[in-house]
């Protein structure tokens, strides 16, 4: 990087960088203002991106374009869109409880979108994969029937346990506790192991996207710094 010949905003650039990587770098010092600042900094671009996005890509098109140049129908619809979204709006309001019903709407709509999408995207593949881990037919030729044999009882006995462990039906009995059968007690045991196992998994890729960021930042830091030393001296 020459910064005399170089862009100047590029280098404006990987200065902030630079200073917000230090400034949350200032953590491990623990909790100060100039981490505070930068979180506050970051918080602030996330949400003036995600508004811009929001007008850019849902309000202009979908609500202000069809209102002026679209046809009657596409006019209407766009006004019967708009009146939940100004009762949303009453939310920050003390008029607040005006715009529940649009919020019960809002949640119901995403709540069955991501049932939708929990059945189709993971529930059924859940089920053929495990159907298609124990079918002969799809042993692959170049390995061991054994090996996939026991790949796919092991995915069996996963999925099967790990549905019963979330199973909290119980007998009533009267003047005692309402427990689970001991036979889905034991049962669910294996289970949390494999959500042990699972969630460890899970932790061990987030460690590892963390350590790699980490690793990222400070090789940006030393190149940032080793650049500018070496302008430096090449000044002289």
Sequence with gaps: MNIATGNLLDFIGLALGFLLTILIFSYFLGDNPFF???????????????????????????????????????????????IPSVFILFKATPLHKAGNWSVAILVGIGAAAAIGGAITGTLFPQILGTINSVDPSAYAIT?????????????????????IYFHFGTREQTGQVNERLPI????????????????????????LSSLAALVERITFLWEFLTNIGFTLFSSF
């Design 184 to 207: 889905i007690e034991k049962i669910s045991i294996i289970g949390k192991v494999f959500l042990a196992i699972t969630f460890g998994a899970l932790y061990a890729g987030v460690y």
């Design 36 to 82: 505070r600042l930068a979180v506050h900094i970051f918080i602030g671009v996330s949400a003036a991106y995600v508004a811009l996005i929001t007008i850019n890509n849902v309000l202009i098109p979908r609500l202000i374009l069809p209102v002026i140049n679209g046809t009657q129908g596409e006019r209407l619809l766009s006004l019967l869109l708009f």
């Design 143 to 163: 390995t061991s029937r054994w090996d996939q044999a026991i790949n796919g009882f092991i995915i069996v006995v996963g999925t099967v346990t790990t549905l």
